[in-house]
């Protein structure tokens, strides 16, 4: 059975289409249609029904997918590990989304540094999707973002990074390091939106309070709402590497929410499937449970 033949399958079921597929795979839209037949010349069924535009997976085709994902899997982690062993580049480029770029890259790229001397690195900083499609048209060679679910592309959860309330020195609830969520409805909040669904947990939080907290500022930038707390206008949400130097110097101080509690940004590590090995397992030994390395 051809691999390449499960793999239009699956990207088709993914995309829901044989011309998104076809540019995802780099191939045009008639290959992949003689791929599919040929599948299920193999097959001796069809997979895929064909209503003018839309596709939906047979009944056969249904249960022949968890084989063909499992088939595709297997085959992309061999080729994952022995493709790119050994093989170091001259340039590395990295994509990150404005948080990692601004609080977590600086540590990784002198790591890389000095795990690798002789390479350079490029860091481009974009949204989540801006860096899915760079990072398909082979722009850059991996990237930190928030999630992704595409079959081209292999994610590693790399790091979590707590959200809690912060809170300027000399506030009321800074002497006390814990607070129940009524209490901030007395607040004023400065409230850092980026439209995650991370930040949407704590909109649902928010949402069932009696009375929500006032969201006096919204900004769509952490240095914008980690400096309206140091200048007192309010208390704010905020993950704990944006603050990390304040918290230190004893600018900030975090307050403890029982019901916030486990509320993080997720970030991923992104690659497309069986390139840059090297780098990811270096990168990925710093993830979850090990940035403290890089104090």
Known sequence: ?????????VYINHYGSFNKAADVLYISQPTVTARIQSLERELDCKVFDRLGKQINLTDKGRQFLPYAQQILQVYQNGRHQIQSKGQIPGELRIGSTVSVSNYLMPRLLLHLKQRYPHIRMKLTTAPTEVLIEKLKAKEIDLAFIRKVVNPAIQSFPFCEDPISLYVY????????GRASIREISEQTLVFFECGSLDWMRLHRVFESMERPPG?????DNL????KLVLKQAGICFLPALSVQEEVEAGTLVRVDITETEGISLRTHLISLNGENAEFLDTLLELGTGTLSKLN
């Open 1 to 9: 059975m051809n691999i390449e033949n499960i793999e239009a399958f």
């Open 169 to 176: 020195a000399g506030h009321p609830l800074a002497r006390k």
């Open 215 to 219: 969201i006096v500022y919204q900004v």
């Open 223 to 226: 240095e914008t709402a980690k």
